[in-house]
């Protein structure tokens, strides 16, 4: 099992930033690809950004690239979401996700879930 506990959401005028962290517990961290998902009211969960068990490897939605980094931090067992230049387009709640294999997009391919966080961006 692994726990996925999501920090750092909040309230932010557009063109600010925010990070968001996810800590992770219940097992080998490493062996996890991890990525942030995103759900507006209404809307379907939609990824946001992945990033590869070792770090290598970094995959962001066309919506996100430019403006939102992910990074990890394998040592600490947490994977950040760094969001700059926000938008009232990304007012959200954020979900961290893990999946003991390969970085996949599709939210149903993530086998656990943080409880998510939320991030609201004013005009």
């Known amino acids: 099992q692994v726990q996925l506990v999501e920090s750092g959401g909040g309230l932010v005028q557009a063109g600010g930033s925010l990070r968001l962290s996810c800590a992770a517990s219940?097992?080998?961290?490493?062996?996890?690809?991890m990525a942030w998902f995103r759900q507006a009211p209404g809307k379907e969960r939609d990824f946001v950004a992945g990033?590869?068990?070792?770090?290598?490897?970094?995959y962001y939605a066309e919506s996100v690239k430019g403006r939102f980094t992910i990074s990890r931090d394998n040592a600490k067992n947490t994977v950040y979401l760094q969001m700059n230049s926000l938008k009232p387009e990304d007012t959200a709640v954020y979900y961290c996700?893990?999946?003991?294999?390969?970085?996949?997009?599709?939210?149903?391919?993530?086998?656990?879930w943080g409880q998510g966080t939320e991030v609201t961006v004013s005009s």
């Open positions: 996700a893990a999946r003991g294999s390969v970085l996949r997009r599709a939210a149903a391919e993530y086998d656990y």
């Open positions: 219940g097992r080998t961290f490493s062996s996890d690809a």
């Open positions: 990033i590869s068990r070792t770090g290598i490897s970094t």
